[in-house]
């Protein structure tokens, strides 16, 4: 059993930044490939970016160019750095941490609002 504790989501301009905040439990975060995902009102959960236990990274399109994914092994942690931040970036997001083999585990979320 994996638990995720996400922190970091706030009111935020658009055009503005925020900095998303994932702490696992467990010995082996390394080995996690961890994910965030986020779900707007009404609308399916959808992923926002991937990051591998290697470093290897993956983003939706809709976010590539405006969010970095990246992970401290050493503070089992992972952030979503959110930058030139739009109203459709509205959504409640997810951490997600993927075990081979245990399954997958998710965080509570944390509402990220971007509205002048």
């Known amino acids: 059993q994996v638990q995720l504790v996400e922190s970091g989501g706030d009111l935020v301009q658009p055009g503005g930044s925020l900095r998303l905040s994932c702490t696992a439990s467990?010995?082996?975060?390394?080995?996690?490939?961890m994910g965030w995902y986020r779900q707007a009102p009404g609308k399916q959960r959808e992923w926002a970016a991937i990051i591998t236990g290697g470093g290897l990274t993956t983003y939706a399109d809709s976010v590539k160019g405006r969010f970095t994914i990246s992970r401290d092994n050493a503070k089992n942690t992972v952030y979503l750095q959110m930058n030139s931040l739009k109203p459709e970036d509205t959504a409640v997001y997810y951490c997600?941490?993927?075990?081979?083999?245990?399954?997958?585990?998710w965080g509570q979320g944390t509402q990220v609002t971007v509205s002048s």
């Open positions: 997600k941490a993927s075990v081979r083999p245990g399954g997958d585990f």
């Open positions: 467990g010995s082996i975060f390394r080995l996690y490939t």
